[in-house]
């Protein structure tokens, strides 16, 4: 015979069962509304963020970077939150994170490296695209600054890469950062030569080039002396585009002119005196 007093336990199960059916769903539907409406703020956000850092004057490059940081932290914490919402314990997850930020740290500490400098490079400028510059032991101009590397063209247009960890941990020369670079030339002259007239038609060149700047005042002065030769210090100041072309117009200049003048460019002598030996066959 049907024992009918498993019927109201088979009532209550069923119940129960629907009642955790029903606030799981709930659980769900809260987990979906947390992350959509999260993404949407954390767009925003992160959008916001972006546009702050650009009225800034910050770089593109690294208000884009941060941008997309801010976005990924937001969008993580969302994660543990629809989580919690759903009834997933919280603190496993955060420890199984971290462990995971540690590994992944360890993994990639290179390129982390890299990107740590690329932060610092874009952020603190101490070049920029166009300058020529000496940095990691190569001297080129450069083409772009990346979060991971630069890019450096040489003079003879080969290209450079270089990791911005090795930009960044080396001195950094900025050849043309302030605008205006000083040239020094060394000019040798004979012994017997008029030192006077050498160094008067070599200032009259240095006046008479609209590229060499008159302040600071380009000068002629007395290097050393020795092995028959004086030596005249040639220096002048010229903006950082006319450098190449200035001094080496000037250096024909002072052939021409030392020419004209009877002043000869000496190079260093030597005299040697043969002594003969006793006893040597002619």
Partial sequence: MFDVSIAPAAARAVSTYSDQAVQLGLRLLGALLV????????????????????RANLDSTLSGFLRNLIYGVLVVLLVVTALGVLGV?????????GTAGL????????????LAWGVLLVLFRPFRVGDYVSAGGTEGTVQSINLMHTQLVMPDNREAILPNAKVGGD???N??????????LTIPIGM?????????????LLAADPRILKQPPPSVVTGHLGDG????IVRGWARCDDLWGAQTDLLRSIKETFAQAGIRIA????????????????
């Fill in 35 to 54: 992350l959509l409406l999260g993404m949407w703020v954390a767009r925003r956000l992160a959008g916001f963020a972006q546009a702050a850092l650009g």
């Fill in 89 to 97: 314990p919280s603190a496993p997850l955060v420890a199984a994170l």
């Fill in 103 to 114: 590994a992944i740290g360890l993994a990639l500490q290179g390129s982390l490296s890299n």
């Fill in 171 to 173: 001195a950094i020369i």
């Fill in 175 to 184: 050849f043309n950062r302030r605008g205006t670079r000083r040239f020094e």
């Fill in 192 to 204: 017997d030569d008029d030192i006077g007239k050498a160094m008067t038609g070599i200032g009259t």
């Fill in 229 to 232: 030769t004086v030596s005249l």
């Fill in 267 to 282: 190079a260093p002598q030597r005299q040697m005196t043969l002594v003969p030996v006793r006893g040597a066959q002619p």
